[in-house]
């Protein structure tokens, strides 16, 4: 498959990592200002990455949700020689009050040249709120560009 097809067809193309489901914060509490790294996942033979980091948020009026996320690389799945990848970690605004039940999303691409073959994803959430706010947050790692294809089973 070529040219266009690849456009037509793009799932086959892509390959999804779960790296964290569901991390519970509360505003000074649970979570909140922690910093979250994930476990280490193989994206040797792929050419780019997008993390793909989804909130759902209850926040009140004049408050915010802040994600300082981004990627680090190593030698192995256990972390040997890790160290921030790409140009670091970048901080977004997410969500501003007042929400409830509010879906949120921080997207961030990175280019893989020069990756040492793993990497985790690094959140640290920021409820401004000091008490009654909270959050939940799972992280997505999409890679595209991959050696042999297609890199998913096919559903239809």
Not at 21 to 38: E, F, H, I, K
Not at 142 to 151: D, I, M, N, Q, S
Request: net charge negative.
């Amino acid at each position: 498959m070529g040219g266009l097809s690849r456009f037509h067809d793009g799932g086959a193309f892509c390959k999804a990592i779960n790296l964290g489901v569901n991390n519970a914060l509360t505003a000074a509490s649970t979570g909140d200002n922690t910093l979250v790294t994930s476990a280490y996942v193989d994206v040797r033979g792929y050419q780019s990455a997008k993390l793909v980091i989804t909130a759902l948020s209850s926040i009140t009026a004049a408050k915010l949700l802040n994600m300082t996320a981004g990627l680090s690389d190593a030698t192995d799945t256990s972390g040997t020689g890790a160290a921030a990848f790409g140009t670091g970690v970048t901080t977004k605004q997410v969500d501003a009050g007042a929400v409830t039940a509010h879906l949120s999303q921080l997207v961030l691409d990175y280019n893989l040249a020069g990756c040492r073959g793993y990497i985790a994803s690094t959140v640290t959430p920021d409820l401004t709120n000091s008490a009654t706010d909270t959050s939940n947050f799972s992280v997505t790692l999409l890679l595209f560009g991959a050696g042999e294809e297609p890199v998913s089973d096919r559903a239809n």
